[in-house]
C-alpha cells in the first residue's frame, strides 16, 4: 500500500493520479444507489438529514430543510465542534461560525458571534432580512439580538473543564479526525456541512461549526466563508468542506469543486482534484492534517474525497433512506 509520505511525494511530481486509481478498488465509493436528496458531513450527519427530510416532507422549502438540519448539532451540547457545549477559544470565549446559501446566490453567514445557539438561524436572517452576506463578531451578536434570537452561555461545563486541562500546557498540535475520535467514552464531531438537492435539481446548503479548539481569539475558519466552507451553485452542484479550515481556505476549495463539476467532473472527482490539489500545494504541511469534501449535482450524484481516511459522510435519499459510508482518500483505505 502506497504510503502517506509515498502520496505526498507522488503529488509534488504530478503522478498522484496514478497511485489514486491503483488503491481505489479496495475502498467503498459513497455515491447513492438512488439519486440522493440529501447528504451531509460525519456520521452525525445522519441525525441532522433527518430532520432535514422531515422539514421539507412537512412542506419545508429546500433553505428550511438544511437549516433545520444544521440546528440538530448546534442543540446538541455533548456535541464540542458545533453551537452549544462547543470548544472555546484559547481565551475561553465560544464564538460560532455559520452559513446558510442557495443555487439563486442567496446567501448569508455570521462569523466570531458569541452567545447565541443557532448561528444558522442567524446566518439566514443576515440572507434574509439585510442587504449584506456576512456579519461577525460583536455585530452579528448585536444583529441576533435585534431579530429576537434568545441568548446563552454557549460554554458547558465539559467545554470549560476541557479547556482549563488544555490551558496547563496550551499545545495545539492539529491532528486528522480528532474531532472524530472517542473521547471520555464518546464519539466527538466536526464541523456540519450539509446539502440537499430536490428533484427539480434546485439545491441549498448549510455550515455550521464552532471552529478550531482552543484557536486565537478572532479566528475565522473556512466554514462561514461562501466558496470555502460552502458553496452552492444553481444548475451545476453544490459541495461543503471539512477538517483544518485554513486549508480549505487557501484554495477556494468549495468554489473549486463546484468550478470543476461545471467543468464536466463528476462530484467524486471534483471532490478528489480539490483534495490533490492541496497536497501539491501544501506537501509535507499537511501531513496528518484531514481535509474533506462532500459535493452533490443536480442529478443527486454525490461524491466525497478527503487527505486522509477517516472521513465519513450521511446520504439521505429521497424516500428517506439514510446510509453512512466513509469517504475515499489520497493516502490509504476508507475506513468505516
Not at 502517506?4 to 507522488?10: A, F, K, P, S, V
Not at 430536490?198 to 462561514?224: F, I, Q, W
Amino acid at each position: 500500500m502506497t504510503t502517506r509520505r509515498e502520496i505526498m511525494g507522488l503529488a509534488l511530481s504530478g503522478t498522484l493520479a496514478a497511485a489514486v486509481a491503483g488503491s481505489e478498488a479496495a475502498q467503498a465509493a459513497p455515491s447513492a444507489e438512488e439519486p440522493a436528496f440529501i447528504v451531509s458531513t460525519w456520521d452525525f450527519g445522519a441525525a441532522a438529514n433527518a430532520a432535514a427530510f422531515a422539514r421539507f416532507s412537512g412542506g419545508g422549502s429546500l433553505i428550511d430543510a438544511v437549516e433545520a438540519g444544521a440546528q440538530v448539532p448546534e442543540a446538541d451540547a455533548k456535541n464540542q465542534s458545533v453551537g452549544l457545549g462547543g470548544n472555546p477559544d484559547r481565551d475561553g470565549h465560544v464564538t460560532l461560525d455559520a452559513i446558510i446559501m442557495d443555487g439563486a446566490g442567496n446567501c448569508g453567514a455570521v462569523a466570531a458571534m458569541e452567545g447565541f445557539v443557532h448561528a444558522i438561524s442567524v446566518a439566514r436572517r443576515v440572507m434574509e432580512k439585510t442587504p449584506h452576506t456576512f456579519i461577525v463578531g460583536e455585530g452579528a451578536a448585536q444583529f441576533a439580538r435585534e431579530q429576537g434570537f434568545h441568548e446563552t452561555n454557549l460554554l458547558t461545563p465539559e467545554s470549560e473543564a476541557a479547556w482549563r486541562e488544555w490551558l496547563k500546557t496550551s499545545q495545539y498540535k492539529p491532528e486528522a479526525n480528532i474531532e472524530n475520535r472517542i473521547r471520555g467514552g464518546r464519539l466527538n464531531h466536526d464541523t456540519i456541512g450539509i446539502l440537499a438537492c430536490n428533484t427539480k435539481g434546485e439545491l441549498a446548503g448549510a455550515c455550521t461549526t464552532s471552529g478550531m479548539a482552543y484557536k486565537l481569539h478572532g479566528r475565522v475558519g473556512d466554514s462561514p466563508q461562501a466558496g470555502c466552507g460552502l458553496f452552492v451553485e444553481g444548475g451545476v452542484g453544490a459541495a461543503a468542506a471539512t477538517g483544518l479550515g485554513e486549508e480549505v481556505t487557501r484554495i477556494a476549495g468549495t468554489a473549486r469543486v463546484v468550478a470543476s463539476m461545471r467543468a464536466g467532473l463528476d462530484p467524486e472527482a471534483a471532490c478528489r482534484e480539490a483534495v490533490a490539489h492541496i497536497a501539491r500545494l501544501r506537501g509535507e504541511a499537511v501531513a496528518n492534517t484531514q481535509v474533506g469534501f462532500v459535493a452533490i449535482n443536480t442529478r443527486g450524484e454525490v461524491g466525497a474525497y478527503s487527505l486522509v481516511p477517516g472521513f465519513t459522510v450521511a446520504i439521505t435519499d429521497r424516500a428517506g433512506k439514510t446510509r453512512v459510508v466513509p469517504a475515499k482518500s489520497l493516502s490509504g483505505p476508507a475506513k468505516g
